[in-house]
């Protein structure tokens, strides 16, 4: 039997409940984390508890709305009684908002993605960083996209607000680069999601890979020996 690669690593995922968030949860769980799962939808998650179960993995459930700041807040006191530290953070979560020409974007529309894709994940920098410090060797993965930095017409609100994450994900590597904190982040590429199915509803499912073909890049970057920081990684084809 190989060695699991993530032994008794606490990793917290935001965006669990289905997608790339659910893939990487239940990879990370086989490699032996315990994996703690945040999302909205309770129900959803208890499915993929269940899941990670059925495989022997050990998960925490946290139903949370991102664009809640006050519960962002609360989690790092509440997940240092439980663990005491947080070895992995996967910031995955996000939403597409609305495609269109920016001087017709709703400005409700505007502030509801920034407030998941860029405010909840600095929030989440804020209230985890302590317990990151006590972990000794603490991995950040925060999910970005080509968009943006291709910044194609139209996506003005996931595009800019990704490009946004990007700048913030670079900022708390070079703050930590003394530190035993890694901060990087991966583009996974097109993947058959819900969020893609929003955004190129015609588009043949079939033809694209499954969340669960790009998670080795996510365990590789979060294991103990990798030193990599403030860099952008994309799966190998």
């Known amino acids: 039997m190989s060695e699991l690669k993530l032994k008794d690593r606490i990793a917290l ?7 790339l968030g659910r893939a990487v949860a239940l990879r990370f769980a086989r490699e032996g984390a315990h994996v703690v799962l945040l999302a909205r939808n309770l129900s959803a998650l208890g499915q993929v508890d269940d899941e990670i179960r059925a495989i022997g993995g050990k998960a925490s459930l946290l139903p949370l709305d991102l664009a809640d700041g006050q519960a962002i807040d609360a989690l790092g006191p509440s997940l240092y009684e439980r663990f005491g530290r947080l070895d992995v953070l996967v910031g995955n979560a996000a939403i ?3 495609l269109s020409p920016l001087p017709h974007i709703p400005s409700a529309h505007w502030e509801r993605v920034f407030a998941i894709n860029v405010t909840a994940n600095w929030r989440l920098i804020r209230t985890l960083d302590p317990l990151l410090r006590r ?18 017409p139209y996506w003005a609100p996931y595009s800019v607000s990704k490009a946004a994450l990007e700048a913030l994900a670079k900022t708390y590597a070079n703050e930590t680069a003394s530190t035993s904190i890694k901060v990087n982040l991966v583009d996974p590429g097109a993947m058959a999601t819900r969020m893609r199915a929003e955004a190129y509803p015609g588009e043949d499912r079939a033809t694209l890979p499954p969340p669960d073909a790009v998670t080795g ?6 294991t103990t020996e990798n030193e990599a920081t403030g860099q952008i990684f994309t799966p190998e084809p």
């Open 13 to 19: 995922i935001t965006g669990a409940s289905r997608g």
């Open 96 to 98: 597409l908002g609305t």
């Open 135 to 152: 972990s000794g060797a603490a991995h950040v993965i925060f999910v970005t996209s080509g968009v943006a930095r291709s910044c194609r």
């Open 217 to 222: 890049i996510f365990v590789s970057l979060v």
